[in-house]
Nanobody, 126 residues
Framework: QLQLVESGGGLAQPGGSLKLSCAAP????????MGWFRQAPGKEREFVAA????????YYADSVKGRFTISRANVKNTAYLQMDNLKPEDTAVYYC???????????????????WGRGTQLTVSS
């Protein structure tokens, strides 16, 4: 089992920035593709970003491309989501996910992932 713990959510102003972290306490994430999803009230969970084992391949949803950056620090067993130029429509619960797979193809689908965190709330409002 891989436990994932998100942190860094909160309240941000439109145009502001925030960085989410996803930690796997005591476990290596080296062989996991890491992803971020989000779910806004009344909407289905949607893909945000994914990153391959070494960080060499990254994918983003069109809605966040150019504003969000996914990264990882395998030595810290942690993945990150840097969010810039935030918009009110970014308001959602953000979930970290991990897939024990060697390929990143398909990482935009939630069924691709084996493990999920409990989520952290981001609210973008003035």
């Amino acid at each position: 089992q891989l436990q994932l713990v998100e942190s860094g959510g909160g309240l941000a102003q439109p145009g502001g920035s925030l960085k989410l972290s996803c930690a796997a306490p005591g476990r290596s994430i080296t062989s996991y593709v890491m992803g971020w999803f989000r779910q806004a009230p009344g909407k289905e969970r949607e893909f945000v970003a994914a990153i391959s084992w070494t960080g060499g391949n990254v994918y983003y949803a069109d809605s966040v491309k150019g504003r969000f950056t996914i990264s990882r620090a395998n030595v810290k067993n942690t993945a990150y989501l840097q969010m810039d130029n935030l918009k009110p429509e970014d308001t959602a619960v953000y979930y970290c996910s991990a897939a024990n797979k060697a390929y990143i193809s398909g990482s935009q689908y939630d069924t691709y992932y084996d493990y999920w965190g409990r989520g952290t709330q981001l609210t973008v409002s003035s």
